[in-house]
């Protein structure tokens, strides 16, 4: 009684792609996250160095790095959904 | 520093004190099952779950703690922010659909799933009660701090007063009236910082900070080859000296009060705050007793700097000019340093000139560049990889996605949650930075920047900004306390221990466990009390990604995962950052010792705890697979 979801989540048959993009794009800004923090420790003064708009570029990459993780996050949704309402439309084709 | 209550914080704190009673109220009459208290009943819109989620995770640490560390340590608070953003994308595209798909109440669910092992159980929910303490501490040390200013009361007062609302709340209404305070504390946190950061472009820098600030003067010494045998200014006497790496310091008599100041390099005196704990437990706030408030804010620009000329004020700014006229001017800083004098403590603020290009890269804090060592190195990244790795691991996020009623609403309410949480973790930049040049600081507690920067805008946003401070302690407090009773009632009573328990049986053990689990937090927030919340949240953060990261990743992502190798891993994880932890020097400090004797150099374990968590997994999934083989043999 106590083991199933919260709420039934039905069927997933797109789970499988959405693992696969999830994984990719997390070790797309993994790699840029990792970055920042190289750049911190082995060339620190470069964070100093000016970039756009009178910033520098420890503000300038802060600033990036939330902003990619929302535009991130926001693409991964598109193509989630995309798939999502493709497999589903699949689906009832197949039931027709 | 003296706070003076007023009337308007007071009505503001009740009303929003009494919305939050109302709200738990009325959904306790639709919360008898187990279903309804530990997951909402899986109802919740994704919206509504989305900014819920960003009241969850904006908590006390963010707004308090975040833009305390900007204000005093310029850009190396803003790392945090960076951080924790960072971990949602974590979140976002590995955890949220598996964990709502695999899940029920809680995250040992998800863990137990394939395995229905005790083991798992009893390590995973252990985990899910310490993480969810470790992250409670800070909350309840910034209730404390927020109530002094605005209520006039002690820190004790506070952290008692929320714990008991808090408490009140979830054992009440559960998940539900938990969700619908933070969705509306979230969305008034974001809406009103963005006012105030909007008010702070506009004003601009002055100098001359306000009319009340505090006129820090500057003397001349009269020296006798390096030492400094009298002072050109008359009124002033010399009567005590102290000298070590951190520079040279007098104590001058003047009118009968003893203040201690800082001799620079070019033969004058600046003015320190300093705070003298007797032997006799007399304290004095710059020679004097605290009631005569002789102890200022503080937090001033020392040149402003715009297109290569220096000037008194800039005018109102955009967001850009704002944070490109601080890389050119220069802020005074106060720098704490402690020394023993005559049997008496003296801990001392002094006066630091910091270029802005210094304040807005990383340095200040976490030593990177200058007077950097490998180990200071370490602890940066350690941190970095805490912050990364936690996020998706801490237990009142991860129950969150059990409030909706699908993995793709899970997954758009993560979505909502990182803009939402992005755009204000971007405001607190600014924040910071406001806090730290507008003359308001309080160097007793880095905690009370962000509502000391609204009081400098007038008594109605400092109430507004306080009290939805406070809403934010009392949200984040409830979601933990909720995620720690499902820990005890279901992961432990019923599934480890296997006590038959009816539904509503289990919402009742639920709400005993939110009692206890709310009374550990009192204590241990007034035991820690002054230090700041943002840094006491990293290290929940280390345990969370050391006990529960490597347990979700390897589960999703390696078939050799065993049951074993996952409760090893959670207890390894878990045991091995609270060790370290303990074995900190903040924590060396915390103890009344010197942090040069901590036995562990490193503030954040996380460096260390995590790669030893996944170790441990992967040691004991691959010596107990034989065992798997063979039981799938015999299936």
């Known amino acids: 009684m106590l083991h199933e979801p919260a709420a039934p989540s039905g069927k997933e048959p797109a789970s499988e792609f959405k693992k696969r993009v999830g994984v990719r794009m997390f070790i797309a800004y993994a790699v840029v996250y990792t970055s920042f923090i190289v750049i911190n420790t082995a060339a620190p003064k470069l964070m100093g160095k000016p970039v756009a708009f009178g910033l520098n570029l420890a503000v300038t990459y802060g600033f990036g790095l939330i902003i990619l993780a929302i535009i991130a996050g926001i693409i991964y949704n598109a193509i989630c959904t995309k798939k999502e309402n493709e497999l589903a439309a699949d689906e009832e084709d197949d039931v027709k | ?635």
């Open chain 2, 1 to 635: 520093m003296i706070y003076n209550a007023s009337l308007m914080p007071i009505i503001l704190f009740l009303a929003i004190v009494a919305s939050v009673l109302i709200i738990s109220i009325l959904s306790a009459r639709k919360t008898s099952s187990a279903k309804a208290y530990f997951a909402a009943g899986g109802s919740i819109p994704w919206s509504i779950n989305g900014i819920a989620f960003a009241g969850d995770y904006l908590s006390a640490a963010s707004f308090l703690g975040i833009c305390g560390m900007i204000a005093f340590s310029g850009y190396d608070g803003f790392l945090y922010s960076i951080g924790y953003l960072a971990g949602w994308v974590m979140a976002l595209f590995v955890v949220a659909e598996p964990m709502k798909k695999l899940g029920k109440y809680t995250f040992t669910d998800a863990l137990d799933s394939k395995f229905n092992s005790p083991g798992i159980q009893l390590m995973a929910g252990i985990s899910t009660l310490m993480v969810s303490i470790f992250y409670l501490i800070p909350q309840m040390v910034g209730a404390g701090a927020l109530v002094t200013p605005l209520l006039g009361l002690p820190h004790y007062v506070g952290v008692i007063m929320v714990g008991s609302i808090v408490i009140f709340i979830v054992a009440t209404a559960g998940m539900k009236s938990t969700t619908y305070v933070q969705f509306i504390k979230g969305a008034l946190l974001i809406v009103f910082s963005t006012v105030l950061v909007v008010m702070l472009v506009n004003r601009g820098f002055n100098k001359d900070v306000s009319e009340d600030y505090h006129d820090f003067v500057e003397l001349t010494a009269i020296a006798d080859g390096d030492e400094v045998t009298g002072i050109s200014e008359s009124g002033y006497e010399i009567s005590g000296r102290y000298s070590d790496g951190k520079g040279s310091f007098l104590r001058l008599t003047n009118n009968g009060y003893d203040n201690w100041w800082k001799v620079s390099d070019d033969g004058k005196l600046t003015e320190a705050l300093s705070i003298v704990d007797s032997e006799n437990g007399v304290k004095l706030y710059n020679g004097a007793p605290i009631e005569e408030q002789r102890f200022y804010p503080v937090g001033h620009m020392d040149k402003i700097v715009v297109n290569g000329e220096e000037v008194e004020a800039t005018g109102p700014l955009t967001p850009f000019s704002y944070l490109s006229t601080i890389e050119s001017s220069t802020v005074i800083r106060f720098v704490k340093h402690g020394f023993d004098f005559e049997g008496e403590h003296v801990s001392i603020w002094f006066q630091e000139p910091t270029a802005g290009s210094e304040i807005l890269r990383p340095g200040l804090k976490f030593k990177v560049d200058k007077d950097s060592t490998p180990i200071s190195k370490l602890n940066f990244v350690s941190l970095m990889i805490a912050l990364f790795f936690g996020t998706s691991a801490l237990p009142h996020v991860l129950i969150r996605y059990y409030t909706v009623s699908s993995p793709k609403d899970a997954r758009k309410s993560t979505i909502l949650a990182i803009i939402a949480i992005g755009f204000f973790y971007i405001l607190t930049l600014f924040i910071g930075l406001g806090a730290m040049t507008s003359g308001v600081l309080d160097v007793e507690s880095s905690n009370m920047a962000a509502p000391l920067l609204a009081k400098s805008f007038g008594k109605v946003l400092f109430s507004i900004i306080s009290a939805i401070a406070f809403a934010t302690v009392l949200g984040t407090v409830s979601g933990l306390i909720v995620a720690a009773s499902g820990a005890v009632a279901h992961d432990l009573v019923d599934k480890y221990f296997k006590v038959k328990l009816t539904d509503r049986r289990k919402v009742v053990i639920g709400k005993l466990s939110a009692v206890g689990v709310g009374l550990i937090a009192i204590l241990l927030g007034i035991m820690f009390k002054g230090m700041n919340v943002s840094f006491l949240v990293g290290w929940a953060f280390s345990i969370a990604a050391s006990a529960n990261f490597p347990a979700i990743i390897m589960l999703l992502f390696w078939k050799k995962t065993t049951a074993k190798g996952i409760a090893s891993s959670v207890a390894v994880g878990m045991i091995s950052a609270i060790a370290l932890i303990l074995l900190s020097p903040s924590m060396f400090e915390r103890y009344g010792l010197s942090a040069s004797q901590a036995i562990m150099p490193l503030d954040n374990p996380g460096i260390i705890s995590i790669p030893l968590s996944f170790l441990t997994l992967v040691i004991v999934s691959l010596l107990t697979q034989k065992k798997v083989n063979t039981e799938k043999a015999d299936n």
